[in-house]
């Protein structure tokens, strides 16, 4: 293969819609078969019309030809961006010997409304209906004649709530949009290019709307926490072949109705009474004369952005693999994976037969539905048959967590092709593979990804089925690494930093859960758990490990200056609020369902204060704040000394003895080259007085091995990802386990269920571990001296009962690959390929190293080497 450009994007997506950056980054990778493949110089074009882009007319930007080997977040530096502005581009790379590409395909954005005074229409909805707690869902629609040619049509649309778009009888559009976000502070628009579905004369354009985390049940907050009902906002612009323009906008001009979704919300489930169909209601020539006139909104003080979260979509469709009737007559179906979605109903039957879909992770020891953990959640949909053929079901605005769905009320006789599961999340592309020679090591893996795609639904929610479902920030940073491992989720946590600074107090302290959704406003939970802080520590650190995450995942620079101030805000609050830097002992989670083992609080606290610092003080490096730089490393190192005096003793000992407590100083540089020998031996001690055993919680666990790998005990690391004793994470997938439990104990053979008040089956926090995984066990590591993989280091950590791991990472500059096996004689060979204009570090462990067929000098066991695939042997006797 020769040198090839491929894969552009604006903003990490391929041809987006709608942007309001004004000055968008362009990415792009190099397809090479050769090693050590770099590009020397590039080239972008952009222009206003693909025509133009053809003749290599760039009337926008002409980068001219940039001695760069940079593929990744080149700005655009062209003529300002106007709104709705499509612009197309393309780019050419000349390889290491001068030798040019051909140029790539052509792609392109566009922008979107980029001023609110352009915004035309009105916020539209229904009026409630009294005394009824759970709200039809409205249904709004206009008709409009297309007066011509069209030579594009794009709708911009949002919602107070959500919305599905539909256009000439066809649902356009993704899940649950626009998502969720403090809709006191933003909400964020969609543009859609409606060119293709419009047609010369009558057309109709509608919206079916939710209340979602608006105006519905939003975690154990309640209700109605923004606003009372959802409203709609969507302008239509329509741009004819002759240049002429004109809009279609929401306003008192529309009509609108209730419709069969007698209620749907998040948290409650949803009913749909299929006599209520209003059928045809999308297409032009439908009669609503009975609809009413909207209810117009006054107004919205919010921002509205464009979206840069990916969009929610059905991502897989899940067959159930068992059914058992029950002595109720009712139908227990199995889809063998805890999941989280939603099930598709095909039936037949009479008219006003009511059918209920129930949902539950797990079933008690009778074999019924075990629904006490969902506490005030209703994971049920009941489907209200028209009695017409054959009808078929899925619900609109609403999501359940589940493995088991009982059916209740089915006429009839059901079989496995009754329903089928609709598993929905973010669309966050794969990017990480790893298997291994162990089963149970492999259902880990397969746990933790599960876990994520559940939890990853416009924010990166606690758990998914029970009455909470919130952003916890505590949650999220523990996980981020292990997530942009399995995922891209670049833009999922863009999207949730804004989320997160949106909630950020006048004070500087980051909040516990982010969008907020009335978390600081409901005073009652202030009192009566003194969980308000709203500064946990380990939680609003999120506000500066999240961002530093995505800075060595992606290379992105950009985040970290965009929230510079909000971290430095965060990290002087801190300190003003530490007395002598020693964080005090108040409102803290701690080191939260940490098994048999409780962490000080202020010990946990000032560790995480540290950690805030010494990653301020990096970040503010990578943009070039070099005295910020110097001064927060040495508040990181005052930190450290205060944590020294104040909780180590001269033996190494750190107040509180947990296994937590050590991990956290030595993984956030807070002791001494002495004190760290000391603090290993402390921990592993701990661990082998526990049988090999555990008891680090949310915050602990995501370093705990990396802890003891980089002190120099790999095995015992090992031996805890692999022990299946209580508490372990073999324990739970030993009882049958597909996602990661909320709680080392959530069931145990001896106590059965956990508290039903807290015990969630699928909770990815204690899935951290899969970072060490990639990072450790595989080897394939960013290197923060060239973030975004644009270096890497290949470092596998051969050891337990493993004897082969396979892994591969698809980064932003391409795929990397570290397989490893490992033979009882202790023969290793380690398999590596490092992707185009690219590079690594190869570092090969044990001696007698052979590197592509040559053996390697005497003590050399590190490679720096460019793109290829390399093969490498060597001995790991004792």
Same mark, same amino acid.
């Given at each position: 293969?020769?040198?090839?450009?491929?894969?552009?994007?604006?903003?990490?997506?391929?041809?987006?819609?709608?942007?309001?950056?004004?000055?968008?980054?362009?990415?792009?990778?190099?397809?090479?078969?050769?090693?050590?493949?770099?590009?020397?110089?590039?080239?972008?074009?952009?222009?206003?019309?693909?025509?133009?882009?053809?003749?290599?007319?760039?009337?926008?930007?002409?980068?001219?030809?940039?001695?760069?080997?940079?593929?990744?977040?080149?700005?655009?530096?062209?003529?300002?961006?106007?709104?709705?502005?499509?612009?197309?581009?393309?780019?050419?790379?000349?390889?290491?010997?001068?030798?040019?590409?051909?140029?790539?395909?052509? =792609?392109?954005?566009?922008?979107?409304?980029?001023?609110?005074?352009?915004?035309?229409?009105?916020?539209?909805?229904?009026?409630?209906?009294?005394?009824?707690?759970?709200?039809?869902?409205?249904?709004?629609?206009?008709?409009?004649?297309?007066?011509?040619?069209?030579?594009?049509?794009?709708?911009?649309?949002?919602?107070?709530?959500?919305?599905?778009?539909?256009?000439?009888?066809?649902?356009?559009?993704?899940?649950?949009?626009?998502?969720?976000?403090? =809709?006191?502070?933003?909400?964020?628009?969609?543009?859609?290019?409606?060119?293709?579905?419009?047609?010369?004369?009558?057309?109709?354009?509608?919206?079916?709307?939710?209340?979602?985390?608006?105006?519905?049940?939003?975690?154990?907050?309640?209700?109605?926490?923004?606003?009372?009902?959802?409203?709609?906002?969507?302008?239509?612009?329509?741009?004819?072949?002759?240049?002429?323009?004109?809009?279609?906008?929401?306003?008192?001009?529309?009509?609108?109705?209730?419709?069969?979704?007698? =209620?749907?919300?998040?948290?409650?489930?949803?009913?749909?009474?299929?006599?209520?169909?209003?059928?045809?209601?999308?297409?032009?020539?439908?009669?609503?004369?009975?609809?009413?006139?909207?209810?117009?909104?006054?107004?919205?003080?919010?921002? #509205?952005?464009?979206?840069?979260?990916?969009?929610?979509?059905?991502?897989?469709?899940?067959?159930?693999?068992?059914?058992?009737?029950?002595?109720?007559?009712?139908?227990?179906?199995?889809?063998?994976?805890?999941?989280?979605?939603?099930?598709? @109903?095909?039936?037949?039957?009479?008219?006003?037969?009511?059918?209920?879909?129930?949902?539950?992770?797990?079933?008690?020891?009778?074999?019924?539905?075990?629904?006490?953990? #969902?506490?005030?959640?209703?994971?049920?949909?009941?489907?209200?048959?028209?009695?017409?053929?054959?009808?078929?079901?899925?619900?609109?605005?609403?999501?359940?967590?589940?493995?088991?769905?009982?059916?209740?009320?089915?006429?009839?006789?059901?079989?496995?092709?009754?329903?089928?599961?609709?598993?929905?999340?973010?669309?966050?592309?794969?990017?990480?593979?790893?298997?291994?020679?162990?089963?149970?090591?492999?259902?880990?893996?397969?746990?933790?990804?599960?876990?994520?795609?559940?939890?990853?639904?416009?924010?990166?929610?606690?758990?998914?089925?029970?009455?909470?479902?919130?952003?916890?920030?505590?949650?999220?940073?523990?996980?981020?690494?292990?997530?942009?491992?399995?995922?891209?989720?670049?833009?999922?946590?863009?999207?949730?930093?804004?989320?997160?600074?949106?909630?950020?107090?006048?004070?500087?302290?980051?909040?516990?859960?982010?969008?907020?959704?009335?978390?600081?406003?409901?005073?009652?939970?202030?009192?009566?758990?003194?969980?308000?802080?709203?500064?946990?520590?380990?939680?609003?650190?999120?506000?500066?490990?999240?961002?530093?995450?995505?800075?060595?995942? =992606?290379?992105?620079?950009?985040?970290?200056?965009?929230?510079?101030?909000?971290?430095?805000?965060?990290?002087?609050?801190?300190?003003?609020?530490?007395?002598?830097?020693?964080?005090? *002992?108040?409102?803290?989670?701690?080191?939260? $369902?940490?098994?048999?083992?409780?962490?000080?609080?202020?010990?946990?606290?000032?560790?995480?204060?540290?950690?805030?610092?010494?990653?301020?003080?990096?970040?503010?490096?990578?943009?070039?704040?070099?005295?910020?730089?110097?001064?927060?490393?040495?508040?990181?190192?005052?930190?450290?000394?205060?944590?020294?005096?104040?909780?180590?003793?001269?033996?190494?000992?750190?107040?509180?003895?947990?296994?937590?407590?050590?991990?956290?100083?030595?993984?956030?540089?807070?002791?001494?080259?002495? @004190?760290?020998?000391?603090?290993?031996?402390?921990?592993?001690?701990?661990?082998?007085?526990?049988?090999?055993?555990?008891?680090?919680?949310?915050?602990?666990?995501?370093? $705990?091995?990396?802890?003891?790998?980089?002190?120099?005990?790999? *095995?015992?690391?090992? *031996?805890?990802?692999?022990?299946?004793?209580?508490?372990?994470?073999?324990?739970?997938?030993?009882?049958?386990?597909?996602?990661?439990?909320?709680?080392?104990?959530?069931?145990?053979?001896?106590?059965?269920?956990?508290?039903?008040?807290?015990?969630?089956?699928?909770?990815?926090?204690?899935?951290?571990?899969?970072?060490?995984?990639?990072?450790?066990?595989?080897?394939?590591?960013?290197?923060?001296?060239?973030?975004?993989?644009?270096?890497?280091?290949?470092?596998?950590?051969?050891?337990?009962?493993?004897?082969?791991?396979?892994?591969?990472?698809?980064?932003?500059?391409?795929?990397?690959?570290?397989?490893?096996?490992?033979?009882?004689?202790?023969?290793?060979? $380690?398999?590596?390929?490092?992707?185009?204009?690219?590079?690594?570090?190869?570092?090969?462990?044990?001696?007698?190293?052979?590197?592509?067929?040559?053996?390697?000098?005497?003590?050399?066991?590190?490679?720096?080497?460019?793109?290829?695939?390399?093969?490498?042997?060597?001995?790991?006797?004792?």
């Amino acid at each position: 293969m020769g040198w090839q450009v491929t894969d552009g994007k604006v903003e990490y997506m391929t041809n987006p819609l709608g942007l309001d950056e004004k000055s968008p980054r362009f990415f792009w990778r190099i397809r090479s078969d050769e090693r050590n493949a770099v590009q020397s110089a590039y080239r972008i074009l952009v222009a206003s019309t693909a025509e133009a882009l053809g003749r290599d007319e760039a009337d926008m930007w002409d980068s001219g030809k940039v001695a760069s080997d940079r593929t990744t977040h080149v700005v655009y530096e062209g003529k300002p961006l106007q709104s709705e502005g499509r612009s197309y581009w393309k780019v050419r790379s000349w390889n290491g010997e001068g030798a040019a590409s051909d140029w790539s395909e052509a =792609y392109f954005w566009t922008m979107g409304l980029l001023a609110r005074s352009e915004w035309k229409g009105a916020w539209i909805g229904r009026r409630a209906e009294p005394n009824v707690e759970l709200q039809p869902s409205p249904y709004v629609r206009k008709e409009f004649e297309v007066k011509g040619t069209i030579r594009r049509a794009t709708a911009y649309a949002t919602a107070l709530g959500l919305y599905e778009l539909h256009v000439n009888g066809r649902r356009i559009g993704d899940r649950f949009a626009p998502g969720f976000t403090d =809709y006191d502070k933003r909400v964020q628009t969609q543009a859609y290019d409606l060119t293709p579905w419009l047609t010369e004369g009558a057309n109709a354009v509608g919206a079916v709307l939710g209340d979602g985390w608006y105006s519905g049940t939003v975690g154990f907050l309640g209700n109605h926490l923004y606003g009372e009902r959802p409203f709609f906002l969507l302008q239509l612009n329509i741009e004819y072949a002759d240049g002429l323009r004109e809009s279609v906008v929401t306003d008192a001009g529309w009509r609108a109705a209730k419709g069969p979704i007698v =209620y749907s919300d998040m948290i409650k489930g949803e009913t749909f009474d299929a006599r209520l169909e209003l059928t045809g209601w999308d297409r032009p020539g439908y009669d609503d004369g009975g609809w009413e006139r909207p209810d117009v909104r006054a107004g919205y003080n919010g921002l #509205l952005t464009a979206t840069i979260e990916p969009p929610i979509r059905v991502a897989e469709t899940m067959k159930p693999i068992s059914i058992r009737r029950t002595e109720q007559g009712t139908y227990i179906y199995d889809m063998g994976q805890n999941m989280v979605g939603w099930t598709e @109903l095909r039936v037949r039957g009479a008219r006003g037969t009511k059918v209920t879909l129930s949902h539950a992770e797990m079933l008690n020891p009778d074999g019924s539905l075990y629904l006490d953990n #969902l506490r005030v959640a209703v994971q049920q949909d009941h489907y209200i048959l028209k009695g017409e053929g054959e009808e078929r079901y899925e619900p609109s605005f609403t999501f359940h967590g589940f493995r088991y769905v009982e059916l209740i009320g089915f006429p009839g006789e059901p079989d496995l092709e009754t329903i089928v599961g609709k598993v929905v999340h973010s669309d966050t592309p794969k990017t990480g593979s790893l298997r291994t020679s162990d089963a149970m090591v492999n259902q880990l893996i397969s746990n933790i990804s599960w876990g994520q795609r559940g939890n990853f639904l416009s924010v990166p929610t606690d758990c998914p089925q029970r009455d909470e479902r919130l952003g916890w920030t505590g949650d999220a940073q523990i996980f981020a690494r292990t997530a942009s491992y399995n995922m891209d989720v670049s833009r999922f946590f863009a999207k949730y930093m804004l989320d997160m600074i949106d909630c950020q107090q006048p004070s500087g302290a980051f909040t516990d859960v982010a969008p907020d959704a009335g978390w600081i406003r409901h005073k009652m939970w202030n009192t009566r758990l003194n969980w308000f802080a709203p500064d946990n520590a380990g939680w609003g650190d999120a506000g500066v490990v999240i961002p530093w995450t995505l800075y060595l995942m =992606y290379g992105d620079t950009r985040i970290l200056a965009t929230h510079y101030e909000a971290m430095v805000r965060w990290v002087d609050y801190l300190r003003t609020n530490s007395a002598e830097l020693i964080r005090p *002992d108040y409102a803290n989670y701690g080191d939260w $369902l940490s098994i048999e083992a409780d962490t000080p609080n202020e010990v946990l606290a000032t560790a995480y204060f540290a950690y805030s610092a010494k990653l301020l003080s990096r970040i503010a490096g990578a943009i070039g704040r070099k005295e910020d730089e110097e001064k927060y490393a040495c508040l990181h190192g005052d930190i450290a000394d205060a944590f020294r005096r104040e909780f180590v003793s001269e033996d190494g000992r750190i107040r509180g003895g947990t296994q937590t407590v050590y991990v956290l100083a030595l993984q956030f540089e807070l002791l001494t080259e002495e @004190l760290r020998k000391l603090a290993i031996r402390h921990l592993a001690d701990d661990i082998a007085s526990r049988g090999d055993r555990l008891s680090t919680g949310f915050l602990g666990v995501g370093y $705990l091995l990396p802890a003891l790998t980089d002190g120099g005990r790999l *095995d015992v690391a090992y *031996d805890l990802l692999t022990q299946e004793e209580f508490p372990s994470w073999m324990y739970s997938i030993k009882h049958g386990a597909t996602t990661i439990w909320e709680r080392w104990d959530g069931w145990t053979e001896h106590n059965g269920f956990q508290t039903p008040s807290m015990n969630s089956f699928n909770h990815y926090s204690l899935g951290s571990v899969g970072e060490w995984m990639y990072r450790y066990m595989a080897g394939i590591e960013a290197d923060p001296a060239a973030p975004g993989f644009r270096r890497a280091i290949i470092q596998p950590r051969p050891g337990g009962r493993l004897s082969s791991v396979d892994a591969s990472f698809d980064s932003l500059h391409g795929t990397y690959e570290s397989s490893w096996t490992l033979e009882p004689d202790g023969a290793f060979k $380690l398999r590596v390929r490092i992707p185009a204009n690219a590079s690594a570090t190869v570092r090969v462990p044990g001696s007698r190293i052979v590197a592509d067929g040559q053996a390697a000098e005497e003590g050399v066991a590190s490679f720096e080497l460019g793109s290829g695939t390399y093969l490498f042997e060597s001995r790991l006797d004792g």
